[in-house]
């Protein structure tokens, strides 16, 4: 049982890609690990979110990963402000965190270049609240994709360094969760890469799509003009349709759309109807879920207290022994 926290960026809705991607990690990671999901809205305040919509994103990522599967009786579900602790954790990590360091990471270089009307503050300071969001629960692990090894980085140095100044060993050193070989990669509809919001209209399939939408956006996808007798291997674009029948569909199917292909008898707007209906089977009681949940705030209120309750149990503790450590007394 280790204690395991990650965080969850309120922006989008969910595709099949975070589905098969972290999703089905984080619901089997429930089941073996202590952990705290959070949703960091603290966080999306870099990008000055309006109130309307701040809280819309933050309930459509609850409602999603809810009917995800993220179960509220085995992990600790939470909002990141509802947990003020980690504000204080994240101000006095900052007293021990140089500009220099903030400076040198990538995706502060990226928002630099990419941004430069807006560089603010929480931009540059983005890792120490990371740092204060895990070590606040006093956590072993961190999963964490590529886009996230430096600011894991960030957070093993951050811990280590409070350990060194105080000497003392209080927080453990945080590691990336290891998924082993679970990690699937779903490719997009476009024909290369993988599936990803920010890659263009009709490229994902996501959760809350509609079937004419799913069938819509299966029909545009990329192909090719179809296999030859001298040529067997299957392009990009195919292979990527075959990736999302073999994860929707029954083994028989891909085996029978495989025959057809390795025979040159494949006719792609057959295969893509049929990874549409399938595609469809597999988000419609996923789909229901999220309509229902997202009419049902009495429930939310109840999984977002009762998070905030065990987090904050967890967080005023570690805030209340860091403050020992640090030197506050009261008189
Ligand atoms: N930065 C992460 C992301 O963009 C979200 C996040 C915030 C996080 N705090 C965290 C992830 C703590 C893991 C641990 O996806």
Request: aromatic share 8%.
């Amino acid at each position: 049982m280790e204690i395991v926290v990650s965080g969850i960026r309120p922006t989008g809705n969910l595709h099949l890609g975070n589905y098969f991607g972290a999703i089905k990690n984080f619901v089997k990671m429930q089941e073996e690990n202590n952990c705290y999901f959070f949703i960091a809205d603290y966080h999306s305040l870099t990008t000055h979110p309006t109130p309307d919509n701040l809280h819309e994103n933050v309930k459509q990522v609850l409602v999603e990963y809810l009917a995800a599967g993220l179960n509220p009786e085995k992990a600790t579900i939470y909002i990141q402000s509802d947990l003020p602790e980690v504000c204080e954790l994240y101000l006095l990590l900052n007293m021990n965190a140089y500009l220099g360091e903030l400076e040198r990471c990538t995706s502060f270089k990226e928002k630099v270049r990419k941004q430069p009307e807006n560089i603010n503050a929480g931009l540059l300071t983005y890792p120490t609240l990371m740092a204060a969001d895990v070590i606040i629960h006093k956590a072993a692990k961190v999963p964490v994709g590529k886009d996230q090894e430096q600011n894991l980085e960030m957070m093993r140095t951050f811990a280590r360094r409070f350990n060194r100044i105080y000497k003392t060993e209080y927080f453990p050193i945080p590691t990336a969760y290891n998924f082993g070989e679970a990690l699937v990669k779903i490719p997009g509809l476009d024909g290369s890469g993988k599936m990803g919001k920010s890659e263009g209209e009709g490229n994902a399939i996501f959760l809350s799509d509609k079937p004419e939408v799913i069938r819509n956006k299966v029909k545009k996808a990329v192909t090719d003009s179809g296999p030859t007798k001298m040529n067997h291997n299957k392009s990009e674009p195919i292979e990527n349709l075959f990736t999302l029948l073999k994860v929707v569909s029954t083994p028989d199917t891909v085996t029978h759309f495989n025959d057809l292909y390795n025979k040159c008898e494949i006719r792609y707007g057959d295969l893509k109807k049929q990874l549409a209906e399938d595609i469809i089977n597999f988000t419609t009681p996923l789909r229901d879920k999220i309509t229902e949940l997202s009419a049902n705030n009495d429930y939310l209120r109840k999984v977002v207290k009762q998070g905030a309750d065990k987090a904050r149990e967890s967080a005023s503790k570690t805030i209340k022994e860091v403050r020992e450590i640090i030197g506050f007394k009261k008189f």
